[in-house]
């Protein structure tokens, strides 16, 4: 068995005169982490292994539900291939990963995590919303041989405010 935690990026500022990758996080954006950062904590999982986009409002995004979840920052491996919008890069990555990992939580962008969501989930998902997180199991030994898998379940800001 397998479980995928995907989480985006909060809600990013456009205030800034900074490339993509520098945008940091609104207010909104921090706050909507921390909820539900907090609702995952309660669900009693925990990632044997965190990876981030190098994007700094998916790294910080990170950073956030690390201190809810009480993980060192330090076990966050950051992750080229995650600053990804499309998804493909993303699913090639996934589909590498070490066999001994269980529960893997990734920190991205859309469209790729709403586009994964909905080819290896078993629930359709419009739009997969800033500081969402959705959680799919796979019952497969192997990552690279996940497909079809089970949304266990899905936590969004608008449903804790």
């Keep these: 068995m397998k479980t995928l935690i995907l989480t985006r990026h909060a809600k990013s500022s456009w205030e800034y005169d900074v490339s993509d990758k520098e945008r940091p996080l609104k207010k909104r954006g921090v706050n909507d982490a921390k909820l539900v950062s907090s609702a995952f904590k309660e669900r009693l999982l925990s990632p044997e292994t965190v990876f981030s986009s190098p994007a700094n409002r998916a790294l910080s995004t990170c950073k956030i539900f690390m201190n809810t979840l009480n993980i060192p920052e330090t076990d966050i491996e950051i992750i080229p291939d995650l600053y990804d919008f499309g998804g493909e890069q993303v699913i090639r990555f996934l589909k590498k990963l070490d066999e001994d990992y269980k529960n893997v939580m990734i920190f991205g962008h859309n469209h790729a995590f709403t586009s994964i969501c ?36 899905m936590i969004f800001p608008r449903d804790l405010k």
Excluded at 119 to 148: A, M, R
């Design 118 to 153: 909905n080819i290896f989930g078993d629930k359709f998902i419009d739009n997969l919303p800033t500081s969402g997180l959705v959680v799919i199991d796979f019952n497969v030994n192997s990552w690279s041989d996940i497909k079809n898998g089970t949304t266990r379940f």
